[in-house]
Each structure stands twice: as C-alpha cells, then as structure tokens.
C-alpha cells in the first residue's frame, strides 16, 4: 500500500508541476486562455493542411507540449479524424475533417489540394516515410536551422520539370536558399537510381539563362548501408546511364556518363536515428 500511495504522490506532482509550467508560459504570453487555443487550433490545422496528416506525438511536439492528448482534442471538437494504422507505428494518423479543411484554408495564403478528407485514399506505405519528413522538419525548425518549409502539395505545379528531381520537402533558410530534401527507407536500383542522380543534378544544376532551382540536396535515410549506396552514386567518376525504351518497349541504357565532379559538393547526408 504504501508503494502505491508513493506512485500516486510522484503523479500527482508531476503534474503539479506540468500546470505550474502551463501557467508560467501563458503568464508570460500576455495572451488570454481562449487566444492561445485558438493559435494552437489554427497551428495544428495549417500543420496537417500541408502535411496531409500528422500523429500526435508530432501533433503534442509542434505545440511544445510536454503532455499528449491534444490530437484527440481536436478530433472530438470534429476539427481532425483519427485513422488507425496498418502497422500500428504509429497507433493512428490524424487529418482533417471538412470542418478543419475550412478553418486551415481560411487562413491559408495560397491553396493546396488536400485529398485527405476521405482517410482511406491515404497510402499506408507512404506513412512512415512523411511522418520521418514531418520529425526532421519540426526539429530543423526549432534549431534554428531554417526559417520555412514547402511540402510536396505547395510545389506540386513543378513535377518532373525538365527532368528535375521532386524533393520530399524544400527547406527555407534565412539566408534565402532553398535546400531538397529527400527521405530514402529503401535502396534504388537500375533506372530508378540513375533517374535519382540526374534528377538531383537538373535540380542543383546552373547556367546561363537561369540559376539553380535548389541550393543544396539532403538525403536522409535510417541505414548507413543507403546512405553508403547514394554516396557512391553522386561521386566523381561514377557512372551514370541515360535510358530509353527500344522497340519492343523496354528501357534500356541508351548513353553513359560520368557524374558530374561539381555534383558531390551539393549533396548532404543524414542518418536518421529512429
């Protein structure tokens, strides 16, 4: 019993202490209870907007909250629904009703397409993928390390411009670059890798009529051994094939190259510990 009433004291002055820091932060924002939550509504909805989706834990990490739960908040005020996953990691995604799809569009600058109203059409597969986008994102934001972000949707009118590679997501810094970054969970080969490096160098490429479209790429995988592989495929020297279909409407190696020596110098690697 007394182990018990030991547990229950230590509970209850952590969360003593998690509304002592609640008060202290809203103290100091001069702003009204009701202010705030409407800032963290509207946060979480323009969040989600671009993002299509989001867990809570990224959900309680955006707000800076230290306890979870606001995720289901929103979704029983019928601002957010919440789906399960096929994996189960994480337990469940969140993304907008129609209600929460006119409270982001209402403040949003420009409009995007959000096809996630109907939670099915989400891709499974894809979930992992842009909630690791969403993490390393949130993280480069509080460091300091960038001043902006535009995801996929914000960027979609440039798809396969002149062969350039579509970024996962294009990070703003205050310096006025523009660096892609890409989420790689599984190797590319063939056609595909080669497509990826050509896609990165159109992308980082100049020239006289027109100046680069990013600055810099980041490729940013949870293996070493991915990494290792795209670090050999943008190094000087490595070979690069172009590709075409033949008569009977297979691709095959129409040209090769060599990569060019500029193009290692703008590619940055980053492991992510997941």
Known sequence: MDSVVSEVGVVSEARCAQLAAARMKLAKSGKSPNALAEESRLRICEWIYRWGYSSSEHIQHLLGRTS???????????????TKTASGKPAAIFSLTAIGLQIAEHQAGCLYRYSELDPHKISQQLIRHN?????????AIRSGKITGYETERMFVADRDQLGIKRPDVVWLTSSGQRLGIEIELSAKWGRDLDEFVLGIARGLAESAE??????????A???????????????PGAILNSWKKNERKHWVVDKKRQVPDWLAGKVDFQFLEV
């Open 210 to 219: 027109q100046s680069a479209k990013y600055n810099r790429f980041v490729v």
């Open 221 to 235: 995988s949870d293996s070493w051994a991915i990494i290792d592989r795209y670090v050999q495929a943008v190094s």
């Open 131 to 139: 909630l690791l986008a969403q993490e390393i994102t949130m993280k």
């Open 68 to 82: 979870g739960g606001y995720a289901q908040k929103l979704t029983r005020q019928g601002i957010l629904i919440q």
